[in-house]
């Protein structure tokens, strides 16, 4: 099993016009945001405005889930939504969109050929949850609150730590477990869509 931790010290963070956001992981990760030639983008943004625009990336899948606040989200000739903590809002780069409310969020950016999808967990001291996915080549892991350690991997992570796996076929993902109340973390499944997502959720026990 592979794997890449970022600390909350090795993650880029940098300004937009509505506030900062920091770069979780790119892959590949010789590729670039502004080229836009990534097949996928994790990253937590800070919307510091009440209003916003956000940037138009054509050919990019989005799916944006709320941390911190309630966001009022508007895609021009779609959809309107209203986001609270830890719920998802999906869809396409290429259409107009604006905001309203001064949130943190977590974004998953995917090209054209690739699909996934994002899931929060809340974890209590000392409870143990098993991450379970089939058929998806990456999972993320970002710590919003709290701390944990994954058994089998031998890792120690704190608030704002971040974690990728590459997964090959009977790779056995960690053990999560909680070294704080109150821990949430965000879980981000990924795959290229010709090999079909059919990740299966993680059971507490």
Same mark, same amino acid.
């Given at each position: 099993?592979?794997?890449?931790?970022?600390?909350?010290?090795?993650?880029?963070?940098?300004?937009?016009?509505?506030?900062?956001?920091?770069?979780?992981?790119?892959?590949?990760?010789?590729?670039?945001?502004?080229?836009?030639?990534?097949?996928?983008?994790?990253?937590?943004?800070?919307?510091?405005? %009440?209003? =916003?625009? /956000?940037?138009? *990336?054509?050919?990019?899948?989005?799916?944006?889930?709320?941390?911190?606040?309630? $966001?009022?989200?508007?895609?021009?000739?779609?959809?309107?939504?209203?986001?609270?903590?830890?719920?998802?809002?999906?869809?396409?780069?290429?259409?107009?969109?604006?905001?309203?409310?001064?949130?943190?969020?977590?974004?998953?950016?995917?090209?054209?050929?690739?699909?996934?999808?994002?899931?929060?967990?809340?974890?209590?001291?000392?409870?143990?949850?098993?991450?379970?996915? %089939?058929? =998806?080549? /990456?999972?993320? *892991?970002?710590?919003?609150?709290?701390?944990?350690?994954?058994?089998?991997?031998? $890792?120690?992570?704190?608030?704002?730590?971040?974690?990728?796996?590459?997964?090959?076929?009977?790779?056995?993902?960690?053990?999560?477990?909680?070294?704080?109340?109150?821990?949430?973390?965000?879980?981000?499944?990924?795959?290229?869509?010709?090999?079909?997502?059919?990740?299966?959720?993680?059971?507490?026990?």
């Amino acid at each position: 099993m592979n794997y890449k931790c970022l600390s909350k010290d090795d993650q880029i963070t940098s300004h937009w016009s509505g506030g900062t956001t920091t770069q979780l992981y790119i892959y590949p990760e010789e590729t670039d945001y502004k080229k836009q030639n990534f097949k996928f983008r994790i990253s937590s943004a800070k919307v510091e405005v %009440e209003e =916003s625009v /956000f940037t138009k *990336l054509e050919g990019i899948q989005r799916q944006l889930m709320i941390l911190r606040g309630e $966001l009022k989200i508007a895609h021009k000739d779609h959809h309107v939504k209203y986001l609270k903590p830890f719920e998802v809002d999906s869809f396409m780069g290429s259409w107009e969109t604006k905001a309203k409310g001064c949130v943190t969020d977590f974004n998953l950016m995917l090209s054209a050929d690739m699909e996934g999808r994002l899931e929060h967990v809340h974890l209590d001291d000392q409870q143990v949850y098993r991450m379970a996915c %089939e058929n =998806s080549q /990456f999972l993320g *892991l970002y710590v919003w609150k709290g701390s944990i350690c994954l058994d089998e991997a031998d $890792l120690q992570m704190q608030k704002g730590d971040f974690v990728i796996f590459d997964l090959n076929e009977g790779d056995v993902v960690p053990k999560v477990i909680a070294t704080e109340k109150k821990t949430d973390m965000i879980l981000s499944y990924i795959t290229h869509k010709e090999w079909g997502v059919k990740s299966k959720r993680g059971c507490s026990i």
